[in-house]
């Protein structure tokens, strides 16, 4: 059938588009390149995640860690050794068994490579293959994060070696085959790259030699539609079988009504915050910085913005879930009166730059709310949103070229409390976009990472987190859930939840009459 006939059936058929054996998907922005090594962003999780396997990962809604390519493991007593068990039987797209000289040349790749995600490696000292299917690992100092670095999206996947080495431009090592895994794929998953058009549309086809559940969807064709209203009257229409993510609440309420769509919402690794930055106008008092968490009503914000089912209002510093409740918490007070009063207490410039991030149009209405109750207090404030390629450049620009706040919803690399308070708060931070400095909470954050007793680790942790919310410079407004919705009949959902903005394709598939 043609694609217009096919788009006919599935608007007088709503049912078809389950039950189609092509899933079709649409990113609002093209994604990095695919490779496994250099991908390190939010747009794309789907594919990566779909063509790569790594030897661990996270279990269905949980940061539970169970079996991937490796069926089990273990960790020496000091934290510095970790053997992994791997699972036999396993192919490559390349149709080469997977052994564990592929992961040690898995790990190789990616501290070669060097890009963003090799910091997974950092202390990784040697490795050893005492048989095909062993995989040791020593490191030079315990990591607490390992494990969770393991299961991470942007963790270390395991890559064909044979794949690698026969399209490295320059011999071997080369250059790692970069060039040729922008377009291909040397994965082990469900799915391998067929197409993979920059700008246009990737496609996914199911690989038949899988060694798991082999995929209901033997195609998953994604394209890239960046305006979410398009996305909204596709899906209705049958062209898309589902949207990911970036719809506003009004519409996910319009689609929970709708008989022919299914609404999921899943617990997601991911916070909408506000940063402040300390070296500009009013916001150089820590006094006022406090104030400011008094003053932004949370509560409010997600009834307007979340609807109260796509979020929660945010308590503690870190994603919701990560600590007993009664640790590293972020609840304060709602009291707008205290910014007033600090306010009077400053001299300084009372406009405020405020931007907002807009990959996720919910920050717009954040950032308005929030504008709104600032004005109240007697500041004058301009909104204005930045491309998220922009804001992740504010890490590396001078905190006087940047605006004084930012409203962003962003999400850690996976489930171990460093990674999110690193990445975020830690004065080197990568993505500490505002410049932020809590030294106290820094030195607490390497001893956490390094320890190798639990109760220490969460200690402190849970102690870095209080000293980072304390500062009041980075304040957890929501914490936010991932939200599809797709055509009804669709079911098999299985969600990670620091793998945020999809599902895991694989195991989608019609509902079973």
């Known amino acids: 059938p043609t694609p217009a006939h096919a788009q006919a059936v599935a608007r007088a058929h709503p049912s078809s588009v389950a039950t189609s054996r092509t899933l079709h998907l649409a990113f609002v922005a093209d994604m990095q390149v695919p490779d496994p090594d250099i991908f390190y962003e939010i747009e794309g999780n789907a594919v990566v995640t779909s063509v790569y396997e790594g030897l661990v990962k996270y279990a269905d809604n949980s940061t539970r860690i169970v ?23 396993v192919h490559f797209h390349d149709g080469t068994p997977f052994t564990s000289a592929d992961a040690e040349f898995s790990f190789e790749r990616r501290k070669g490579v060097n890009s963003a995600p090799a910091y997974m490696l950092a202390d990784v000292a040697s490795m050893a293959t005492p048989n095909p299917y062993t995989f040791v690992v020593h490191l030079s100092q315990p990591v607490s994060a390992f494990l969770d670095y393991m299961a991470s999206p942007y963790g270390p996947k395991m890559v064909s070696k044979k794949a690698v080495v026969a399209h490295e431009v320059g011999g071997h090592p080369g250059d790692w085959a970069q060039g040729w895994l922008k377009t291909h794929d040397a994965g082990t998953g469900p799915y391998e790259i067929a197409q993979f058009v920059p700008g246009s549309h990737y496609v996914l086809k199911a690989d038949a030699s899988y060694w798991g559940k082999k995929p209901y969807y033997r195609t998953v064709d994604i394209k890239i539609i960046p305006d979410i209203s398009t996305q909204e009257v596709e899906l209705q229409d049958g062209q898309l079988s589902m949207i990911l993510h970036g719809l506003p609440v009004n519409a996910v309420e319009s689609f929970a009504h709708n008989p022919k769509f299914t609404v999921k919402e899943f617990p997601a690794e991911q916070k909408t915050m506000l940063d402040v930055n300390p070296y500009l106008g009013v916001f150089k008092s820590k006094a006022v910085r406090v104030a400011l968490r008094h003053a932004i009503d949370k509560a409010a914000i997600v009834r307007a913005v979340y609807g109260n089912t796509m979020a929660s209002v945010s308590t503690q510093a870190y994603p919701a879930g990560e600590f007993p409740k009664s640790m590293a918490k972020d609840d304060p007070a709602y009291d707008p009166a205290k910014l007033e009063k600090a306010l009077k207490k400053v001299k300084g410039s009372r406009t405020v730059d405020l931007a907002y991030s807009t990959d996720d149009p919910n920050n717009q209405r954040v950032a308005e709310f929030i504008q709104a109750e600032l004005q109240a207090s007697g500041l004058s404030v301009s909104i204005h949103g930045v491309p998220i390629g922009q804001v992740f450049d504010y890490a590396s620009t001078s905190p006087k070229q940047l605006p004084n706040l930012l409203v962003w919803t962003i999400n850690p690399d996976d489930a171990a409390p460093d990674s999110w308070i690193r990445i975020l708060s830690n004065t080197h931070g990568a993505l500490n976009e505002l410049h932020g400095s809590v030294p106290a909470a820094d030195k607490l954050m390497d001893k956490g990472l390094h320890a190798t007793s639990p109760a220490v680790i969460r200690k402190d942790y849970a102690k870095a987190g209080t000293l980072v919310a304390d500062s009041g410079e980075w304040i957890s407004i929501a914490d936010v859930k991932d939200t599809v919705v797709a055509a009804k009949g669709i ?23």
């Open 67 to 89: 079996p991937a390519l490796a069926t089990s493991w273990t960790e020496s007593r000091n934290g510095r050794t970790y053997t992994f068990h791997l699972r036999h039987g």
């Open 491 to 513: 079911t098999g959902w299985f969600h990670q939840p620091p793998t945020v903005d999809t599902v895991v394709l694989g195991l989608l598939h019609p509902a079973r009459s």
